[in-house]
């Protein structure tokens, strides 16, 4: 019966625990040694090494295929504990990553104003700013694939915070020798004769102002798609008396965060130096403002001139 003692593992390094461990998972010196990117002549010095220390043998000598001996079993149960522990160790001493935000946003919307003041004013707190498909805006919100997202609206909803931002323009695009494109402004009523190419799938709109180049027409879209797609062959002019598209940022409801109402207030203009959680009810500001302005003396009234002058006059004395 051996009289190994496997607590002397206790003492081995673990870079060369591992690689017995990985010998020993394999029981194949070749595989083993690819799998550590190391040479295999590296591995089996590795091995010859821990036996001489441990003075066991914990491969059968010999045997095709590599087989543990009964010492090497034992050693592959303590081997497996200790790195499991430091592995443990590790985690615990390594800091959490700093918490971060994704920020989605619709073709047409530009956010490096935010993305900038957010890097100013919290750079340990990375910003990851994703492209969204405007068909997908809803369900990267609801899936989780974005924390936010700058949205064009109408969107449902149901369980959504959001908060309309700006609207956007909207623009025939028309061929550039059209007699459209002589209009400064494009009224509904010149635009009855056109043929109106569908563009209400804006994720394709490079193909809907390809078909408006090869084949006029006039295709309507917002203006930051228009410029986004711009095409020297094509111009684009402001439609009057027409409805406005609009851009929204947009959360699942209760999800909130120290993180998120930051960038909320960014994006409303809130300053540095505000408080988190939005702007204050007027209510609440007022109360506010009070608590920290110093007391009033009151006022004082002084008496009017006349009757001033009136009480430092000597009564007159009547006649006798």
């Not at 043998?57 to 303590?78: C, K, M």
């Not at 800091?95 to 890097?119: C, M």
């Not at 369900?139 to 309309?164: H, K």
């Amino acid at each position: 019966m051996s009289d190994f003692d496997v607590s002397a593992a206790d003492s081995i390094d673990l870079d060369r625990l591992r690689r017995f461990v990985a010998v020993a998972e394999e029981l194949h010196f070749a595989r083993a040694a690819k799998a550590l990117r190391i040479p295999r002549q590296a591995l089996s010095a590795t091995v010859i090494e821990l036996e001489q220390e441990l003075g066991t043998r914990v491969f059968v000598p010999g045997a095709s295929p590599t087989q543990l001996t009964d010492d090497g079993n034992a050693l592959l149960l303590r081997a497996r504990d200790l790195i499991r522990v430091q592995e443990q160790a590790e985690r615990e001493q390594k800091p959490d990553a700093p918490a971060s935000l994704r920020v989605g946003f619709v073709p047409g919307v530009t956010v490096s104003k935010w993305a900038r003041i957010w890097g100013e004013r919290l750079p340990d707190h990375p910003l990851e700013v994703v492209g969204v498909a405007q068909g997908a805006q809803e369900s990267a919100l609801r899936e989780g694939r974005v924390d936010l997202c700058f949205v064009r609206l109408p969107i449902d909803r149901t369980a959504l915070n959001a908060i309309p931002l700006w609207q956007e323009t909207p623009v025939a695009v028309v061929q550039k020798d059209d007699a459209l494109s002589l209009l400064e402004s494009i009224s509904p009523a010149d635009l009855a004769r056109e043929t109106i190419q569908d563009s209400a799938d804006l994720d394709q709109a490079v193909d809907t102002l390809a078909l408006v180049a090869a084949v006029g027409g006039a295709a309507i879209m917002p203006q930051s798609i228009a410029r986004l797609h711009h095409r020297r062959d094509l111009v684009y002019r402001p439609i009057g008396d027409t409805e406005f598209t609009e851009i929204a940022l947009a959360w699942p409801a209760g999800t909130d965060s120290d993180l998120l109402e930051e960038f909320v207030g960014i994006v409303r203009g809130r300053s540095a130096n505000s408080s988190r959680g939005g702007v204050a009810e007027p209510e609440q500001a007022r109360a506010a403002q009070a608590r920290k302005a110093p007391a009033k003396k009151p006022a004082v009234k002084k008496p009017a001139p006349e009757k001033a002058a009136a009480r430092g006059r000597k009564p007159a004395r009547r006649g006798r």
